[in-house]
């Protein structure tokens, strides 16, 4: 495509850029304080979604993001009114990330008629064009040509917002996610690849599904940087993201960050977890737990007392419960919505 | 296969002691006939085998010929600048080593001594000349103005100029796909879109249909307007997860919130010789889908119109060619703005026995037929759905209330067909109308074939068309 090659960017060799960390930037008392705020938004939420799971008010496949909160707060703090934002089936931290109201995320893992798809989505396919999330992606990977075609838009109108793709290590192995890769190089689209590496494709182990396992380098035969990031600090997500951002809005192309993160709970609410120990999850919780790692710093460095941040937590689970409430109490879809949307 | 990688070689002479005739190359699996357009050789040049000797222009691209025979170019046969050379005409004789000219009087002109499944092949798809002359009596589209003038050109230029005209008026429409931008298309279809709107918005693929299927559809999110060409829609199966699951869902999945405008085109179905994973007809896979939109034109007018409108449709369309319709003639209306209604069946001629319903390439059989059946006395009246999805049950059963009988016509397979759901509406809508069971006319259950003989045999006839309308009229 000529349009992407009338910016002629300085590109410095790919391998290079993957070879140099972003350095981490320490965060001040208002980022802190955001980034334990909305984390533990999240994290509560997805609590309460679980426990409506167990009560049946949420039905089918419910994948909650416990544990990798730090992967989409970080990478919001990059981004611009107008970029956007898609990802798979694990999507409800993406979603509050993106400022998209928990009431209407949790109306529509209910089915109900004031949810972001009107009940007719699910916890797997929601969207806000509104807060620049397009989805929510049920199949594995596909999400992935998709958010290299938003990029594309992106450079057709000849904006320079840039477009994050989230996918996990099983995504990764993906064909589609090769073919998006060729093209976004080929074509310099502003893309972020955020490769949420959570250790496990449902119940593989990455060790058993991935001949590298190394996933920064997938890239490296279309020359799209890449890097690993820790993605249990918040900070160290931001610092990457930044640098990954800035790459694509100058028009180099797409950038790949692997985030190395965990999730606590099972792969949806179904998990058995007999691929992994009690001991390892526990390991993570305790040693790397994205939120109590802010937590302490802000009480370290005196940014906020512990009677500030229950006070936080008290807001937060307000909201929470106002969400799960509004969930509980709004009427199903009417009976007509069912042949409505099928074409505009 | 990827048309017009094979390589050019010169038609083989078949007896070896005589002056060698060079006969007019098939350069693809559907050519018929081509142009000289230019020698590159002059009478008395030396030529080696492999030597490119002349330019041949087919409906797709000018290819360079080579020889495959060494000797002398004694007699040039068909000069340069002649249009509309059919495959296998003598175009030249070359004399071997040692042969002097007087032996080119032996030489014989006629190209029928050269047997080639090609000119055996009397099969509906092989003789688009008939088809032209018994559509050009189709009555244009009701919806056309009393008196419009009608220009003749081919559905490749139909579709083409709906593309343009669409560009022209919508910034945010492009075209992409393998080959349509500096190969001028596949099969010709983007001609000179490349030079008009340039590389921005007429972008070559990788050959990654899964890939970029799925980029024009993010694009498409995005509120951009695609036309995705797939070379072929046998290539697009690799694609099916993004048209079915993201393009055909999204709108519904988010309630109404983000749709998906878009438009997949390129031919579908059998073309000629291309063997079963080139030759699938996918009307039914597609029209199954809800949230897609599905439509197959016969006609170039058709064509232009439903091309235009699918491409301002805020909806994915699938929209459906036909290689051998690309390089027909139809008259088209010559009005500035020609967008015909999705959803709209036509009746392509009015009868009162029996109604054939058909679309795309399945016309030509039903309207040969219908001439059939009249020189039996049958009036067959010819039903074009044009659209598959959402599909016109109601032209379908007014005329089935008419005739009382009913024939379908399709290239794809029987089982779970178009031609089994439009059974189906017939029986709901119209059971006590019906006289007959209705006939369903359709593929073989069979992988496509090859070899000529099997592949006539796979495909539905104008033969077969004619004996199940009979059938269904008790005759």
């Known amino acids: 495509m000529a349009v992407a090659k009338k910016k002629p960017a300085a590109q410095p060799d790919a391998k290079s850029a993957a070879e140099t960390p972003a350095k981490l930037a320490e965060f001040g008392k208002d980022q802190d304080i955001a980034a334990y705020r909305d984390m533990l938004s999240i994290r509560r939420f997805e609590e309460k979604a679980g426990q409506m799971y167990g009560m049946g008010l949420i039905g089918g496949f419910c994948h909650l993001y416990i544990g990798q909160e730090a992967v989409v707060v970080g990478m919001q703090m990059t981004l611009r009114k107008g970029d956007q934002v898609i990802t798979g089936y694990r999507d409800h931290g993406h979603m509050l990330a993106c400022g998209m109201d928990p009431k209407g995320v949790m109306a529509e893992l209910t089915g109900r008629r004031g949810g972001y798809s009107k009940g007719k989505g699910g916890s797997m396919h929601m969207f806000s064009v509104q807060e620049g999330f397009y989805g929510g992606h049920g199949i594995v990977g596909a999400q992935v040509p998709l958010g290299t075609g938003l990029a594309f838009a992106n450079v057709y109108r000849g904006n320079d917002h840039v477009c994050l793709t989230y996918f996990g290590d099983g995504a990764a192995t993906q064909g589609q996610v090769y073919e998006a890769f060729n093209m976004a190089e080929l074509w310099k689209l502003p893309v972020v690849y955020v ?25 490296l035969s279309f020359n799209i940087p890449g890097e690993q990031v820790d993605g249990m600090d918040v900070r160290a997500v931001k610092s990457a993201g930044e640098k990954a951002v800035q790459w694509c809005r100058d028009g180099n192309g797409p950038f790949i960050l692997e985030m190395m993160t965990y999730r606590y709970r099972g792969h949806s609410m179904s998990d058995p977890a007999k691929y992994r120990t009690r001991e390892e999850v526990e390991k993570v919780r305790t040693e790397h737990d994205p939120i109590e790692q802010v937590r302490q710093r802000i009480l370290e460095k005196k940014f906020a007392s512990e009677d500030q941040l229950k ?15 509004f969930a509980t109490h709004d009427p199903e879809p009417d009976a007509a919505e069912l042949y409505t949307d099928v074409w505009r | 296969m990827r048309p017009n990688s094979i390589p050019t070689f010169g038609a083989e002479s078949v007896i070896k002691s005589m002056p060698i005739e060079v006969l007019m190359p098939a350069l693809s699996p559907t050519m018929e006939k081509g142009n000289l357009a230019k020698w590159l050789k002059k009478e008395g040049d030396k030529i080696r085998s492999g030597d490119v000797i002349a330019e041949i222009e087919t409906d797709k691209a000018t290819m360079e010929f080579e020889s495959a025979e060494e000797g002398t170019l004694a007699r040039i046969l068909v000069p340069e600048g002649t249009a509309d050379v059919a495959v296998n005409t003598p175009i030249a004789v070359i004399l071997s080593e040692g042969e002097d000219k007087s032996a080119i009087k032996t030489a014989k002109p006629a190209a029928q001594s050269v047997p080639s499944a090609k000119a055996q092949k009397p099969s509906a798809p092989a003789a688009p000349k008939a088809a032209e002359k018994s559509r050009l009596q189709i009555a244009p589209d009701p919806g056309v103005p009393d008196g419009t003038e009608m220009v003749t050109m081919t559905m490749r230029e139909a579709l083409r100029d709906a593309m343009a005209e669409e560009m022209r008026r919508d910034e945010n429409v492009f075209v992409m796909g393998e080959e349509v931008a500096e190969y001028q298309g596949a099969y010709k279809v983007t001609q000179g879109l490349l030079q008009e709107f340039g590389a921005k918005r007429v972008i070559d693929t990788p050959i990654t249909e899964h890939g970029f299927a799925g980029l024009g559809i993010g694009a498409a999110l995005g509120g951009l307007k695609p036309i995705v060409e797939f070379m072929t829609f046998n290539f697009a199966m690799q694609a099916m997860d993004q048209l079915v699951n993201s393009a055909a869902k999204t709108l519904y999945m988010s309630g109404g919130q983000m749709g998906c405008q878009i438009v997949f085109r390129g031919p579908n179905g059998a073309a000629a010789r291309v063997g079963a994973q080139h030759s699938q007809d996918y009307s039914a896979w597609y029209s199954h889908i809800p ?3 599905v439509i197959a034109p016969s006609t170039a007018a058709d064509a232009k119109g439903l091309l235009k409108a699918a491409i301002r449709d805020p909806n994915p369309v699938i929209f459906l060619e036909n290689e051998i319709l690309y390089g027909q003639s139809f008259p088209v209306p010559k009005l500035d703005d020609y967008v015909l209604p999705i959803g709209k069946a036509k009746v392509a001629r009015a009868g009162s026995d029996v109604t054939i319903i058909a679309w795309s390439i399945g016309m030509t059989y039903a309207l040969k037929a219908a001439d059939e059946l009249a020189k039996d006395g049958i009036s067959a009246e010819v039903i074009d759905l044009r659209t598959l999805k959402p599909m016109d049950s109601d032209t379908v059963i007014t005329s089935v209330q008419k005739t009382g009988r009913a024939v379908t016509v399709e290239e794809g397979w029987q089982q779970n067909g178009v031609g089994a759901e439009i059974a189906a509406r017939i029986m709901a809508q119209a059971f006590d109308y019906l006289d007959a069971p ?25 033969a077969e068309v004619v004996e199940a309308a ?5 005759r």
């Open chain 1, 195 to 219: 490769i949420e590496n959570n250790r496990y494709a449902m119940g593989t182990a990455i060790t058993r599904s991935s001949a590298e396992t190394n996933l920064s380098r997938r890239g």
């Open chain 1, 311 to 325: 006070k936080i937590d008290a807001e937060v689970r307000e909201r929470v419960n106002q969400a799960a409430e």
């Open chain 2, 291 to 293: 949230g897609l939109k």
């Open chain 2, 438 to 462: 209705v006939a369903r006319v359709s593929a073989k259950d069979v992988p496509m074939p090859y070899a000529a003989n099997l592949e006539k045999l796979a495909l539905p006839s104008v």
């Open chain 2, 470 to 474: 009979k059938s269904v009229c008790y």
